[in-house]
């Protein structure tokens, strides 16, 4: 089961994600919620969120789907306009990162303060 806390760091939105992802697994948002993390940021976006960062910190598995959820996620953010960071990856998570080469794709911090400064990096630079 994955959980999430919305919040923010000025104009980025972070969730905080904790359990596990992957395909089916409903994120614990009321009962009966068959809510996934792709519609959770999809969700964002379309209410102007476009600076969004996961906190990986308590996430304890992702399998395949999970990831694909992450890398659509991603790729529709930046179709916006927008981006998708992630920081605090757990050894397991990372190790999937690193096998699926997603650690060549998709930013990744050690901590969350230099992850919400990226954004601003990246604004700067544009």
Do not use: C, W
């Amino acid at each position: 089961m994955l959980e999430y806390k919305i919040r923010q760091a000025g104009d980025v939105t972070i969730l905080d994600l904790a359990g596990r992802i992957s395909v089916g697994e409903a994120l614990a948002f009321g009962p009966g919620s068959g809510t996934v993390l792709g519609d959770v940021i999809r969700e964002l976006a379309n209410k102007g969120h476009r600076k969004i960062l996961l906190n990986l910190r308590d996430v304890k598995y992702i399998d395949s789907s999970g990831m694909g959820d992450v890398v659509r996620s991603f790729t529709s953010l930046r179709r916006q306009g927008g981006d998708l960071k992630l920081f605090g990856p757990t050894p397991p998570v990372l190790e999937v990162l690193r096998i699926t080469n997603l650690h060549k794709v998709l930013e990744i911090k050690d901590d969350e303060a230099s992850a919400v400064q990226s954004f601003s990096k990246q604004t700067a630079a544009d």
